[in-house]
């Protein structure tokens, strides 16, 4: 399945980890996240890498909707992911059933360069952390 010259690919998130030690585990399904900011983590590697399966795989059952599988694939074929920024978690961590995530992600679209500033909550699902929702706010990047 891995090709040796992918074990030390830096991961998407820039956490400057080697990607087969950051999120791969838990995008490809072996490993689930054990925080909330690892959660989100893969979860934007997730939608650097076009993984929608694990994107829905990931939001809070009562969020999921029929046509998730359809917008999220039409928005990461408009969208390059440029970069992660994370701004600040509370609670989260291994003991925790909530979390909060604040962060700063990068991308173009449209030949524009912007960033999606969001302060998502976590909780815990089944055991595993999944995505809720968040306050979201897009602005143009300023140079
Ligand atoms: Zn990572």
Excluded at 102 to 117: M, R
Aim: glycine share 6%; with cysteine; hydrophobic share 35%.
């Amino acid at each position: 399945m891995l090709h040796d010259q992918d074990l030390n690919r830096k991961c998407p998130c820039g956490s400057s980890k080697p990607f087969s030690f950051c999120c791969e585990p838990a995008v490809e399904g072996y490993k689930p996240a054990s925080t909330a900011e690892a959660l989100m983590r893969s979860r934007y590697t997730a939608f650097a890498l076009g993984q929608v399966d694990y994107l829905i795989n990931t939001t809070a059952e009562r969020y999921r909707n029929p046509d998730d599988a359809v917008i999220l694939s039409e928005q990461i074929q408009a969208t390059t992911w440029t970069g992660l920024e994370i701004i600040m978690t509370e609670q989260g961590k291994a003991e925790d059933e909530t979390g909060i995530v604040e962060f700063i992600a990068s991308f173009e679209a449209a030949g524009e360069a912007a960033q999606l500033h969001e302060k998502s909550n976590f909780r815990r699902e089944n055991g595993h952390w999944v995505y809720v929702d968040g306050e979201v706010e897009i602005r143009p990047q300023t140079a």
